[in-house]
Every structure is written in C-alpha cells, then in structure tokens.
C-alpha cells in the first residue's frame, strides 16, 4: 500500500492519484509494515533456576499451569515444571499480548496476583511490559526479555 501524504489515505500500489482527494502519488514511497507480533520473540528466564523459555509466534500467550484433568485448560506457558504450583500459580495466571503499544501483560484475576517490577497489577487491566522486565506470578520470579527477532 502506499499512502497518500496530503489525506493519509491508503492506496494500492501502483496508483498515480489519490482517490480521495486527487493528490499525486508519483515517487511516493510504499508505506512501513505495521508492526507485528511476529517480528518479536520473548525470552522467559526463571529466575531461580536460570531455566529460559522462549515464547514466538503467537499473538497471546497464556500463563498457568497444564493440569492433567478433565476440562481442557489453553496455557501458552506451563509452570508445572517450574514449581509453579508451590509458588502459587493459578491455572491460567496471566495473558501476555500484542497490541499497537507493543507487549502487553494482564492478571486473569489469579488467586496470588500478578506482579510487574514488584508492582502488583489490578486484574483484569492492561499493563505495557518493557523491553526487560520482572513478572512475579505469585512467588514465581522470570525476567521477561522482548526481542526483535
Ligand atoms: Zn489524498
């Protein structure tokens, strides 16, 4: 696409003329690629294990823990093998996802809350997550690393 630079009007490429407002398009350069959650890889480092996960190619992950029951529970991150239950990780914890604003965390209204940069978050709202940050999910400890890839 490329877009028009008097009314910022989207035209397909190829076009001499905006159908909007008539402006000439000629030497006007295609417009940048939104940006896309899959330009961007997560690197989860549990802290007291210095165990590293990385999350890639989704545009939500949820945070919890896979447990061998019934009922079909969707977690992107499982923290059963990473003392999640001892530490008080709730099934589905929290939800890490892409927006316009980049990498957003928020609590799933978990029972031991969610904790950004030991800030403790309000369920259920979103909160921008820094290039590096630390979730707490209870007493679970990761440093999150947001990496373009
Ligand atoms: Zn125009």
Do not use: W
């Amino acid at each position: 696409m490329i877009r028009c630079p008097n009314c910022k009007n989207e035209e397909f490429e190829g076009a001499m003329f905006c159908s909007q407002c008539g402006a000439t398009l000629l030497g006007v350069e295609q417009a940048e690629p939104k940006e896309s959650y899959q330009s961007y890889l997560i690197q989860v480092t549990f802290t007291d294990t210095d165990k590293v996960v990385t999350l890639q190619g989704k545009e939500k992950y949820v945070l919890g823990r896979i447990v061998p029951t019934a009922d079909e529970v969707l977690v992107d991150l499982d923290m059963e093998d990473h003392q999640g239950y001892e530490k008080g990780v709730s099934r589905q914890h929290a939800m890490i996802k892409f927006t316009e604003e980049g990498f957003k965390v928020v609590d799933l209204n978990s029972s031991n809350r969610t904790f950004l940069d030991e800030e403790e978050l309000y369920p259920g709202n979103e909160y921008v997550l820094a290039e590096n940050c630390m979730l707490r999910l209870g007493k679970l400890r990761m440093n999150i690393r947001i990496q373009k890839v």
